[in-house]
């Protein structure tokens, strides 16, 4: 953090250098850099501010190449702050931009890879989501950008949320992305293999073991927290199914979980309706009820009398 610290400073030294030398070209890409840097150290609302002055300057001009790398950091940006209607909004402008022109290899793939998140993170389509990630892929990988590692890992990330765990294996031995092996991708491979078995020790397992490789990549911890919050559901509802009464104790026991947890897990699940029951917590068991068809008499009624 310390490095990128000076790099603003030297950044923000460079503009007002370019500014006094009337070089308008030259502050306009130290700006964006500076917006970039801003983007990764979080200082988002400096890059919101900055990137909203600079594109009003260049929509006049004819810098398009500058235009859409300004208008996808600032979707990144609004991602980043969950604003998702926005991010798209910006996102959709950049990809207007780019078709105008020739667009790079790198930052087309960049947009692709934007995309497939976007995707993934607003309507949970992983489907599409795959498609772009596949692009981008590709593009990378093309000009030998480190980012088509990025890439393959958000492939195999939308494979698992697809409940198609089995595909990762058939993906990483292609002959693509046989050179991309190492700790990133065993990562994902033991996810997929945990999430194929649908146990959540082997699943607490990988993060464990891959701590760096899934907590600190923010797409891929979001993504996992909702696969392992599914994974719980779809286990504790296993256990449960069989009894009208069970010990809170004996369902942790079962799942390996502490009993706390559990506890609020099905406080949570009932709430949600994912079954019907309650918990009584001075005895400590949970009672399921047998859902009750729900009786349509008086709706069928009052559509015959309309």
Known sequence: MGGIGIEVQLCKECIEWAKEERRTFLRQSLEARLIALYFDTGMFSEALTLGSTLLKELKKLDDKNLLVEVQLLESKTYHALSNLPKARAALTSARTTANAIYCPPKLQAALDLQSGILHAADERDFKTAYSY????????????????????????????????????????SGKLALKYAGKEIEAMKSVAQASHKRSLADFQEAVKNYKVELEDDVIVRAHLGTLYDTMLEHNLCRIVEPYSRVQVDYISQSIKLPTQQVEKKLSQM?????????????????????????????????????
């Open 133 to 172: 990630f596949y692009e981008a892929f590709e593009g990378y990988d093309s000009v030998e950008s480190l980012k088509a590692l990025t890439a393959l890992k958000y492939m195999l990330l939308s494979k698992i949320m697809l409940n198609s765990p089995e595909d990762v294996q058939q993906i990483i």
């Open 270 to 306: 009932i709430l949600d309706k994912k079954f019907h029951g309650i918990l009584d917590q001075g005895e400590g068991v949970l009672i399921v009820f047998e859902e009750t068809p729900v009786d349509k008499t008086y709706e069928t009624a009052l559509e015959t009398i309309h």
